[in-house]
């Protein structure tokens, strides 16, 4: 979760070096103490002003990122530049989202900032959602709850597994972008709908689209996108805050692809990806009963299943160890 922007640049590899400022370590010990704290009634004043008592995780789990509610802005009004007038490099990182005929880029240093972005295709919401802690990029559709009720999506400035905490501004529910759900408020229990994505490089997106639309960095906020606030985050062997389930299976920062039928998880770690396709970068498999072509491209860092009728289906990349707790239980593809 990011800290306030006067002080992100750099965040992560002066925390991994431990040269991260007092004032930072004072604040983040300040943060998980109050919101590591359990008591028979959540007070909402120790999350950021959201009421838990009815959480389906535990709210000792739950942690204060830093920020308070709103504190990393959402994008409620995004704008969109043409390709060409795109200023980003080719190996810069994407979210791509194709939808009613139109392709979207959202580069990854901007969601960095703001991690959620209310966009609209056709009339219909879609909830481009982005946790740099987890390295997870997902969307959703913006309809939810009773009535089927278009939502706009903040942040909470909370954590639960080191993955954004999520609220809908209609009913103050909080939602956990990994869970695909809501964990409390009135609509707890309810599930997100995944709108299928990819991440991958500037690159290999153009080349796929050349008629892409890109989110602008007119955005309405001052925040040098040219800074990456994580830089060198995912080289580490170290977290910024706990999780509940951790895995020593591979490396914590190991990129996975995360696909989920019917309630069953599997997880496809890169380095064994790089062994199992073929020349093409292809391999079929079969989970839960349903055949999938999975494509890893090792020159561009990504990788996306399909099914038999070529669709993409909506898999996760995350960090090997966001993935895992959440998933404790999940099969992982084995090696050749």
């Given at each position: 979760m990011n800290p306030r922007p006067d002080t992100m640049s750099d965040l992560a590899v002066r925390l991994c070096t431990g040269l991260l400022r007092r004032r930072w370590t004072i604040a983040f010990v300040l943060a998980a103490s109050s919101g590591m704290a359990h008591t028979a009634e959540p007070n909402p004043a120790d999350f950021n002003g959201f009421d838990v008592s009815n959480a389906s995780v535990p709210t000792q789990a739950i942690?204060?990122?830093?920020?308070?509610?709103?504190g990393i802005p959402s994008i409620d009004r995004p704008k969109f530049v043409r390709a060409e007038q795109a200023r980003l490099l080719d190996s810069d990182r994407i979210l791509g989202l194709t939808r009613n005929g139109r392709a979207r880029a959202y580069p990854v240093?901007?969601?960095?900032?703001?991690?959620?972005?209310?966009?609209r295709f056709g009339g219909r919401a879609v909830a481009v959602t982005y946790c740099p802690l987890c390295g997870t990029g997902m969307a959703f559709e913006g309809q939810v709850g009773a009535g089927n009720t278009g939502a706009s999506f903040g942040v909470s400035g909370l954590l639960y597994n080191s993955d954004v905490l999520l609220y809908d501004r209609a009913t103050q529910s909080l939602w956990s972008q990994l869970l695909q759900g809501a964990v409390s408020g009135p609509l707890k229990g309810t599930r997100l709908q995944s709108v299928p994505l990819t991440h991958t490089t500037w690159a290999d997106w153009k080349l796929r689209h050349p008629a892409t639309e890109v989110l602008s960095v007119d955005t309405g906020f001052e925040r040098d996108y040219s800074r990456?606030?994580?830089?060198?985050?995912?080289?580490?062997?170290?977290?910024?805050?706990?999780?509940?389930?951790?895995?020593?299976?591979?490396?914590?920062?190991?990129?996975?692809?995360?696909?989920?039928?019917?309630?069953?998880?599997?997880?496809?770690?890169?380095?064994?990806?790089?062994?199992?396709?073929?020349?093409?970068?292809?391999?079929?498999d079969t989970f839960a009963g349903r055949r999938m072509r999975v494509r890893y491209d090792r020159t561009h860092g990504t990788a996306e299943a399909f099914d038999v009728q070529g669709n993409l289906w909506p898999g996760t990349m995350a960090f090997w160890f966001a993935w895992v707790a959440f998933h404790p239980k999940t099969e992982v593809l084995r090696a050749p």
């Open positions: 942690q204060r990122g830093g920020p308070p509610r709103d240093r901007i969601l960095n900032w703001h991690e959620v972005v209310n966009d990456d606030p994580y830089a060198g985050y995912d080289k580490v062997q170290q977290l910024m805050f706990d999780v509940q389930h951790r895995d020593d299976r591979f490396p914590l920062k190991e990129w996975v692809l995360g696909i989920e039928v019917a309630g069953t998880h599997k997880a496809y770690p890169f380095s064994v990806l790089a062994r199992a396709v073929d020349a093409r970068g292809e391999m079929w």
